[in-house]
C-alpha cells in the first residue's frame, strides 16, 4: 500500500522540542518533494515547510529559525525538526508528498500533492 505516515506528535511545554516524522511505505520518497503543513481547530490548514526532491528547502515564517526539514533516504523519512515551540504551534501537523515537487511549485497555494498523511497532533502548553 502506498502511503506516508506521521509520528512523533505530542504534549510538550513552551520552548520544548519535537521531531515529527514522515515515512513513505512502497514507494522511494527521496524521489519527492514533501511539505509540512499544520492545522489548528477553527484555522485552514496552512504550509510551514518544504524539502524539494532535489534539496531545496524552504520555511514559512512561523517556522523559519526554529524549525529544520531534512531527510533522511536509508529510513525512506523526512523530518521536521522543531525547537522553542510556542502555544501558537499547537495544531494537527501533516506532511504530504510530490513526486519531483519544487519548493517553488509545492508552497502555491492549493497544490496538488501525491499523497497525504494522517497527521499527528501537536499541543504546546504548560
Known amino acids: 500500500q502506498l502511503r506516508i505516515v506521521e509520528s512523533g506528535g505530542g504534549l510538550v511545554q513552551p520552548g520544548g522540542s519535537l521531531r515529527l516524522s514522515c515515512l513513505a511505505s512502497?514507494?522511494?520518497?527521496?524521489?519527492?518533494?514533501i511539505g509540512w503543513f499544520r492545522q489548528a481547530p477553527g484555522k485552514e490548514r496552512t504550509g510551514v515547510s518544504w524539502l524539494a526532491a532535489g534539496g531545496k528547502t524552504n520555511y514559512t515564517d512561523s517556522g523559519k529559525g526554529r524549525f529544520t526539514i531534512s531527510r533522511d533516504n536509508a529510513r525512506n523519512t523526512v523530518y521536521l525538526q522543531m525547537n522553542s515551540l510556542k502555544p501558537e504551534d499547537t495544531a494537527v501537523y501533516y506532511c504530504a508528498a510530490s513526486f519531483l515537487g519544487s519548493v517553488e511549485g509545492m508552497s502555491v497555494k492549493g497544490y496538488k500533492y501525491d499523497y497525504w498523511g494522517q497527521g499527528t497532533q501537536v499541543t504546546v502548553s504548560s
Open positions: 512502497g514507494f522511494r520518497l527521496e524521489y519527492y518533494g
